[in-house]
């Protein structure tokens, strides 16, 4: 079983920076990808952004330009470093990571951490 650990959640005044971190407990270099997705209040979970194991990445329109994911292969670890932060950023941010076993794609989650944007 892989355990995702994130850190980082806090709050942050509009225009402010924050950055999230999650760890995995997995094999080095085993997790294809890895990646953030956030819940906001009385809304369906939504992908912010994820990054594969060779380093493509890919975001939601939203936060482009604002956001940068970044992993460590051999650590199991990504980061998201948030800046020009808006109050509708305000959600449950949950890190992902999944791997492939016996032709079977398994999704492994975090417990959430929470980022508060005050206006």
């Known amino acids: 079983q892989v355990h995702v650990v994130e850190s980082g959640g806090g709050l942050v005044q509009a225009g402010g920076s924050l950055r999230l971190s999650c760890a995995a407990s997995?094999?080095?270099?085993?997790?294809?990808?890895m990646g953030w997705y956030r819940q906001a209040p009385g809304k369906q979970r939504e992908l912010v952004a994820f990054i594969t194991r060779g380093g493509t990445t890919n975001y939601a329109n939203s936060v482009k330009g604002r956001f940068r994911i970044s992993r460590d292969n051999a650590k199991n670890t990504v980061s998201l470093q948030m800046n020009n932060l808006k109050p509708e950023d305000t959600a449950d941010y949950y890190c992902n990571a999944n791997s492939r076993v016996l032709g079977k794609t398994l999704d492994y989650w975090g417990k959430g951490t929470l980022v508060t944007v005050s206006s």
């Open positions: 997995a094999s080095p270099f085993s997790l294809n990808n």
